[in-house]
């Protein structure tokens, strides 16, 4: 196998069609219905669901399906939390709509817009504003983890498809393709450890097989993954829930933020390692259940979870922190 890391399997291996993508039946189908009807009539788009679960992909592979060869020449891709905010977007999607005509090939442009919940509501109004005025050239897929940051408006203006995180039976058949392609050489202890770690994100499930591999001369065994993913294990929430009862929050909060960089996880599947962790050590009281119900709520609604995430340690701190000694 090659040793170099040039091409990102994640890119190589990312599929073009609709009939590639792996399981998200419902949306495939969803999708597959829209383009068999009448194109024209396609509604805007709502993608929600998990990060590396093929909402991209699909928004991609869709367009390949309408347009063919020449589907760059229809799409714009931009990204919602662009610093530079709404008034850029609705510039770029100003200047993309000019000129255009539609016809029976090009009923429309597709302008895909990703990480739509981290626009402000008032963002979303003025977006919600934007889809309007070029309702007649472009059709929009927005693109978010979380649909309930999205404003109803928008919501009830779009269809939406829900994509879940993937099970482990087509993850593992998608990862083991790849060992193929690449003459990897997994035991299915591997893949399940590798699956196991990636959470049914399968961006990361496939960075972590191309990294394994790649050190491994691609001969992976399942302490080499263990090694890889360090950091990035629930370990690291083992480590920090002990710091908390030890009453060390601050080492505690170092344990969670290096934890958050290296797994890229965000904060509700944090909160949600936190709880499994808490539950199989026979800690979770009902007040500190509570707690982590309460967090979980603050965590949807607000827009920089790493605040929410440290008040809750100093809550549990507080909690476990008792009972360590
Ligand atoms: N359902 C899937 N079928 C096949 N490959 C997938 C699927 N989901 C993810 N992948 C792989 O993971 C990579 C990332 O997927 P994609 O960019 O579509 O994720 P996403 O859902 O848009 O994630 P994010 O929310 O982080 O943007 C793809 O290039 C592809 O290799
Ligand atoms: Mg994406």
Redesign the pocket.
């Known amino acids: 196998m090659s040793t170099r890391l040039e091409l990102l399997?994640?890119?190589k291996?990312?599929?073009k069609k609709l009939d590639?993508?792996?399981?998200?039946e419902e949306v495939i189908q969803g999708l597959k219905n829209l383009l068999k009807g009448d194109i024209k009539e396609m509604p805007h788009l709502l993608?929600a669901?998990?990060?590396?679960?093929?909402?991209?992909?699909?928004?991609l592979a869709l367009a390949r399906e309408i347009y063919g060869g020449q589907w760059r020449d229809y799409v714009l891709e931009l990204n919602a939390s662009d610093e530079r905010g709404i008034n850029v977007i609705r510039e770029r999607v100003k200047i993309f709509a000019q000129y255009f005509t539609p016809s029976e090939k090009a009923p429309f442009k597709i302008v895909i817009l990703?990480?739509a919940d981290m626009m402000t509501s008032e963002a979303q109004t003025a977006l919600r504003r934007i889809m309007e005025i070029n309702a007649r050239v472009t059709r929009f897929i927005l693109?978010c983890?979380y649909i309930t940051r999205i404003i109803s408006p928008i919501q009830s203006r779009t269809a939406i498809f829900r994509?879940k995180r993937?099970p482990k039976e087509?993850a593992i058949q998608?990862l083991k393709m790849i060992c193929d392609s690449e003459g990897v050489e997994c035991s299915p202890d591997v893949l399940d450890k590798i699956y196991e770690a990636s959470l049914g994100?399968?961006?990361k499930a496939?960075n972590l097989l191309q990294s394994v591999s790649t050190v491994t001369g691609g001969k992976p065994t399942v302490k080499d993954v263990e090694s890889i993913v360090g950091k990035a294990t629930p370990e690291a929430i083992v480590k920090m829930i002990d710091a908390l009862r030890m009453g060390d929050f601050n080492s505690a909060r170092n344990l969670l933020f290096d934890f958050i960089s290296v797994s890229n996880l965000d904060g509700q599947e944090v909160i949600k390692l936190i709880f499994n962790e808490l539950m199989m050590r026979n800690l979770l009281q009902p007040e500190v259940a509570e707690v982590l119900a309460e967090y979980e709520y603050r965590i949807l609604t607000s827009a920089y979870y790493e605040i929410q995430l440290t008040a809750l340690l100093a809550k549990l701190s507080r909690l476990l922190g008792s009972r360590g000694q």
Do not use: H, M, S
């Not at 590639?20 to 998200?24: L, S």
């Not at 669901?49 to 928004?59: I, V």
């Open positions: 399997w994640i890119e291996y990312r599929p590639d993508i792996v399981d998200q993608f669901g998990p990060p590396g679960t093929g909402k991209t992909t699909t928004a990703d990480e693109i983890n994509f993937l087509g998608y994100d399968l961006r496939i």
